[in-house]
């Protein structure tokens, strides 16, 4: 049977937990064409009372800065962002992350947009979520061809903030800052342990018996079709259009 | 001693696009917005039907349509930015393909280096710290990105980038007043490019009578003359991107050029019907 819920959805809703409740996070900032991740704070606000704060980069009206684009930057640096999305083209297994390209730069083979923010947000941000959909060992490596930035830094280099998490469309896994490796924390529903372990290009950690991530609820549903994709359609028309219908 | 001391400008209205564009030398070293921010497209059209060569793109902080409609049309030698997309329209077809043939060189950055090298200009300092970045491979292509000591904490090194003086500060306004302010509203990415720049061109959908300075509601989104070289009317003149509060991007024509412009063939015809006729963009 088809589930009731569109992928989209069940993303959000997974992003949605590990942004956590408002007592936690205060401040959520959301990059360049990250729909999901800005549909999981909008779910957060609609459930408790415009809580947390989301500082949306590409924000069509309405825009919270009024420093021009330096502002997210400089708010990181200060520390007054607590969580941030960052994907990559390549993730590997110590949560390094390229955005550049793969192959030995610079004569990459295949050549994506760039590192954007990430090489100090990765640094700045109390905590990053790690997301990026296309679960393949094309995407999740054992080594990535170029560190746009590092998943961890030796001691004496200053760091903020790190990596909490990596969600994909098979699975979460959660990052052991302390080994420095990712352990397999649920498999999404359709999706076997034995899947995730031969599309994952890296080692990590699981139980011996991995759960499944819990879909979303009927109360979930419905603020994400009312007033979360209304509120997405005015930044994500695009995005707005293809999951709920929905025109800005 | 080096003297870089900038101008102190009297900026000229000259006739239109075609005029400003005229005043960017083959080989300039030019910052631009990104497509969310203010773009000139009208002088970037102009530019590729002058057949310019060899531009330096610097993107602040990143870029994307107006990069790779230039990148295309054969017009850059060099880009130097955070990232080049079509944000919800994906990956820029034209500046994918000639990273991945080699034909323009890229100095890969990080957003907010490239805003630190600009305020290190607008200071008149040679470099600005930085936190985080090290251990990013980003450093190993930078020559002009150092670490350095923090001279008040043992143990505590930073990322330093080197003052960034771009030849050409390039972008759109809402409008310029009859003592050559420009009025850029919250968009201030576009005050540090022209404060950190040697000249700056900007073309604006309205020119008023006014001095938009003796308005206290208006006078906090104002660039200040003394920042700006010359200066065109240029209505519409950011389309197909935006100008927030007159028009908005043209999201269908932005997904269309991203379709057409993954083959050289189509990139082609997309440049023949809306760019080298002028005046083919709706009025």
Not at chain 1, 100 to 120: D, I, K, N, Q, T
Not at chain 1, 140 to 151: H, I, N, Q
Not at chain 1, 224 to 247: K, T
Not at chain 2, 238 to 244: D, S, Y
Request: aromatic fraction near 8%.
């Amino acid at each position: 049977m088809k589930p009731d819920y569109a992928r989209e959805e069940l993303l959000a809703c997974i992003l949605a937990g590990l942004i956590g409740d408002a007592r936690h996070t205060a401040h959520v900032a959301v990059g360049a064409a990250s729909p999901i991740p800005a549909t999981a704070v909008e779910l957060l606000r609609a459930r408790q009372g415009g809580r947390p704060r989301l500082s949306l980069l590409h924000r069509r009206r309405g825009n919270p800065f009024t420093e021009g684009s330096r502002e997210l930057f400089d708010l990181a640096g200060q520390g007054r962002i607590d969580v941030f999305f960052l994907g990559g083209a390549q993730i590997d297994g110590e949560a390094n992350i390229n955005l550049v390209g793969s192959g030995e730069y610079p004569g990459v083979e295949h050549r994506f947009p760039g590192s954007f923010g990430s090489a100090f947000m990765y640094f700045t941000a109390r905590r990053t979520i790690l997301f990026r959909e296309e679960h393949s060992p094309r995407v999740l490596v054992p080594k990535v061809d170029f560190v746009s930035a590092p998943g961890s830094s030796p001691p004496g280099v200053w760091r903020r903030g790190g990596p909490q998490a990596l969600l994909t469309g098979k699975a979460l896994f959660a990052w052991q800052a302390d080994r420095r490796r990712f352990r397999l924390e649920s498999v999404h529903p359709g999706v076997g342990a034995d899947e995730v372990r031969a599309a994952t290009g890296f080692d990590y950690d699981a139980p011996a018996k991995v759960g499944a991530t819990p879909v979303p609820t009927a109360q979930e549903l419905e603020l994400l079709r009312g007033p979360v994709a209304a509120e997405i359609a005015l930044n994500y028309p695009e995005f707005a259009r293809r999951v709920w219908r929905r025109a800005a | 001693m080096r003297d870089d001391a900038l101008p102190s400008n009297e900026p000229e209205v000259v006739a239109d696009a075609e005029a400003l564009a005229a005043r960017i030398p083959d080989g300039a070293f030019v910052a631009l917005p990104p497509d969310y921010s203010l773009v000139a497209m009208d002088v970037v059209r102009a530019l590729i039907r002058r057949g310019a060569k060899d531009l330096r793109l610097l993107g602040v902080p990143v870029l994307g349509f107006c990069a790779d409609l230039l990148i295309g049309a054969g017009c850059v030698a060099e880009v130097e930015t955070s990232a080049v997309s079509l944000g919800e329209a994906g990956l820029a077809p034209r500046f994918s393909e000639a990273a991945e043939r080699g034909s323009i060189r890229i100095r890969d950055a990080t957003c907010p280096m490239v805003h630190s090298g600009l305020q290190a200009a607008e200071k008149g300092v040679p470099f600005m710290p930085l936190r985080g970045v090290i251990g990013s491979d980003l450093t190993r292509h930078r020559a002009d990105w150092k670490t350095l000591a923090n001279p008040f904490e043992a143990d505590d090194a930073l990322i330093v980038a080197k003052a960034i003086v771009p030849e050409v500060a390039l972008f759109h306004a809402r409008w310029a007043d009859a003592r050559g302010n420009v009025w850029i509203g919250r968009r201030r990415e576009l005050a540090t490019i022209a404060h950190a720049a040697k000249a700056c061109y900007v073309t604006v959908e309205a020119l008023r009578e006014d001095d938009m300075l003796d308005d206290e509601l208006l006078a906090p989104g104002v660039l200040g003359s003394v920042y700006v070289s010359a200066i065109a009317r240029a209505p519409r003149g950011a389309w197909p991107l935006g100008v927030i509060g007159e028009y908005g991007i043209d999201d269908a024509h932005i997904l269309d050029y991203a379709k057409q412009a993954k083959t050289r063939e189509g990139f082609a015809r997309y440049l023949e019907q809306f760019v080298l006729k002028r005046s083919a963009q709706p009025a």
